[in-house]
T-cell receptor, first 113, second 113 residues
Framework: QQQVKQSPQSLIVQKGGIPIINCAYENTAFDYFPWYQQFPGKGPALLIAIRPDVSEKKEGRFTISFNKSAKQFSLHIMDSQPGDSATYFCAASMKSGANNLFFGTGTRLTVIP | DADVTQTPRNRITKTGKRIMLECSQTKGHDRMYWYRQDPGLGLRLIYYSFDVKDINKGEISDGYSVSRQAQAKFSLSLESAIPNQTALYFC????????????FGEGSRLTVL
């Protein structure tokens, strides 16, 4: 049973567009929601993370929106660039623990020049 | 040099063979993990270790075993490989204290024929 459901599986946008990747969860004990970015041939790397006491977090062109009542969170990439082409994973954990980090199934993003 | 190093990076083997994937880290982290990545399934935790004397099963430990030889070394073994263990395997580390951030190696691609 997938603890964190992620959509879409793949996404293609034009340069400058705003891709949005969505994730949903059921376990209300989750209290830490990171996003990881993975380039081909590389391991995933932490991109940005949010805790449920805030509804939005921005870091550069990347924004997480968090809706606690709906148990959903999403990643927005402003002014997307070809270099943003990668696979993105959302995740969730309890007690902010990496040892019990549950990952979504991933979204392969392609940004066309 | 990479902080988290996995060997081998690619391996092709036959059903029934014993395989060991090795991971070493120079980050000085106490916690180490083995994940498996499959298309459409995301990243799933196989085993994790909080220190040399602490080994814990993850979500999909059946068919796998691990050994924490030292703080910096964590190996994953497939005692008798089967085709559905064909996947991309990642080692990761994290600091003590539940920071929630995982640091991944570059992966080991295993093909079982």
């Amino acid at each position: 049973q997938q603890q964190v459901k992620q959509s879409p599986q793949s996404l293609i946008v034009q340069k400058g567009g705003i891709p949005i990747i969505n994730c949903a969860y059921e376990n209300t004990a989750f209290d830490y929601f990171p996003w990881y970015q993975q380039f081909p041939g590389k391991g995933p790397a932490l991109l940005i993370a949010i805790r449920p006491d805030v509804s939005e977090k921005k870091e550069g062109r990347f924004t997480i929106s968090f809706n606690k009542s709906a148990k959903q969170f999403s990643l927005h990439i402003m002014d997307s660039q070809p270099g943003d082409s990668a696979t993105y994973f959302c995740a969730a954990s309890m007690k902010s623990g990496a040892n019990n980090l549950f990952f979504g199934t991933g979204t392969r993003l392609t940004v066309i020049p | 040099d990479a902080d988290v190093t996995q060997t081998p990076r690619n391996r092709i083997t036959k059903t029934g063979k014993r395989i060991m994937l090795e991971c070493s880290q120079t980050k000085g982290h106490d916690r180490m993990y083995w994940y498996r990545q499959d298309p459409g399934l995301g990243l799933r935790l196989i085993y994790y270790s909080f220190d040399v004397k602490d080994i814990n099963k993850g979500e999909i430990s059946d068919g796998y075993s691990v050994s924490r030889q030292a703080q910096a070394k964590f190996s994953l073994s497939l005692e008798s490989a089967i085709p559905n263990q064909t996947a991309l395997y990642f080692c990761a580390t994290s600091e003590r204290g539940n920071t929630g951030e995982l640091f991944f190696g570059e992966g080991s691609r295993l093909t079982v024929l």
